[in-house]
């Protein structure tokens, strides 16, 4: 008998909830031991300064129930502790990164499903070593998560920019570690398309393809172009030119990558699947604005069985939505998303709540 369709939806924080004016950018990941963690970071102004933590919610019972919040890093006032990223290891390894201000780098390691935490590393002198070929100004991890590979490798997405706050110009890349974290290396920089109509990449997930290759999906910088970018790699290292999927809509906003089993070859994909033509018209007769206040609408969450050559029309998760991270159980049974919801004031980027759905490839593929 065919397994029954299920969705579950919680709420794990909200504005204005519990000291904070707000909680954003949201990721996910689910150990090899099965325990899930969310996290996320939290916002407020102290004494007319912003100071952000980074929190975790933990559920040791398949994302049926969370743990209160604990916070893994206190933020100070009037500096940015931001882009919580984390990797599943083997078994309970929880590997944990995160930025500071946009010019640092951090690392550590949990032994035990993020009970307890290792020492604290900077990994900025890594990230220095690009500025030869790169005179990077501003950088940071992509938000979300990373992978280990079928390999061990484990793989970490991030980006470099030399336009300061505003991000761009930029180019995206990974790093990585073959000794289980213990030494970290840098991947090669994914710069612009030869005909420059992709460009300015950031904020990327990844996934493992069939054949070992990493894919990539990566927000960009082309405003004219509200169309999923990707990119696919030879180990997450060296890059192979940057494209537009043209059958995915994309408001120019972080999305998620996530494989699920290699058994069927299945890669799960969410973003908000919203091209924004209000914006692209007003862009078109001469404004300088990125998107619309409405545009992270519809977040939508895909199949494909092609190693992401073709995706499904997807489910409809969330029609305010936001920033997203996926996440699957070893099994395969369970799929999970993280993701912003509703919008403060009309603007879609002053997000509401941080809510975790729970639901099965049934569910999905209904």
Not at 55 to 78: C, H, K, P, W, Y
Not at 124 to 152: C, D, K, V
Not at 218 to 235: I, Y
Request: net charge negative; charged share 20%; proline share 3%.
């Amino acid at each position: 008998m065919a397994n029954q369709l299920h969705l579950e939806i919680m709420q794990l924080a909200a504005f204005n909830e519990d000291g904070f004016d707000m909680y954003r950018v949201p990721g996910m990941i689910v150990t090899g031991n099965k325990v899930v963690l969310a996290y996320c970071d939290g916002r407020r102004q102290v004494s007319g300064q912003p100071l952000q933590t980074l929190f975790m919610f933990r559920s040791e019972d398949g994302g049926q129930n969370f743990s209160q919040r604990t916070a893994l890093i206190e933020g100070v006032a009037g500096e940015q502790i931001h882009n919580p990223l984390m990797i599943a290891g083997r078994g309970a390894e929880v590997h944990f990164f995160w930025n500071l201000s946009y010019s640092r780098f951090f690392y550590r390691k949990s032994d035990d499903a993020g009970l307890t935490w290792g020492p604290i590393r900077e990994l900025t002198g890594l990230f220095s070593g690009y500025q030869s070929e790169y005179p990077w100004n501003a950088g940071a991890y992509a938000p979300g998560h990373g992978i280990m590979l079928r390999s061990g490798r484990l793989l970490v997405p991030a980006w470099l920019s030399t336009g300061g706050s505003a991000h761009q110009p930029a180019r995206f890349t990974c790093i990585y570690s073959d000794d289980n974290g213990n030494s970290w290396q840098r991947g090669h920089l994914l710069g612009d398309s030869d005909d420059g109509n992709v460009r300015n990449l950031t904020e990327g997930a990844i996934a493992e393809l069939s054949n070992g290759q990493v894919a990539a999906t990566l927000r960009h910088g082309n405003f004219l172009s509200h169309k999923r970018a990707f990119a696919v790699g030879d180990g997450g290292i060296a890059w192979g030119q940057p494209f537009f999927h043209e059958d995915l809509p994309d408001p120019i906003c972080a999305g998620s990558l996530c494989r699920l089993d290699f058994k069927d070859n299945i890669l799960l994909f969410s973003n908000c699947a919203w091209e924004d033509q209000k914006a692209l018209a007003a862009i078109k007769n001469g404004s300088n604005i990125r998107w619309s206040t409405d545009a992270r609408q519809n977040l939508t969450i895909r199949v494909s069985r092609d190693d992401g050559r073709t995706w499904s029309d997807g489910a409809l998760l969330e029609k305010y939505g936001g920033y997203s991270d996926l996440a699957a159980s070893p099994d395969g049974k369970n799929i999970f998303c993280f993701y912003e919801s509703g919008w403060i004031d009309g603007s879609c980027i002053l997000n509401r709540r941080l809510l975790l759905a729970r639901f099965n490839l049934e569910w999905l593929e209904k």
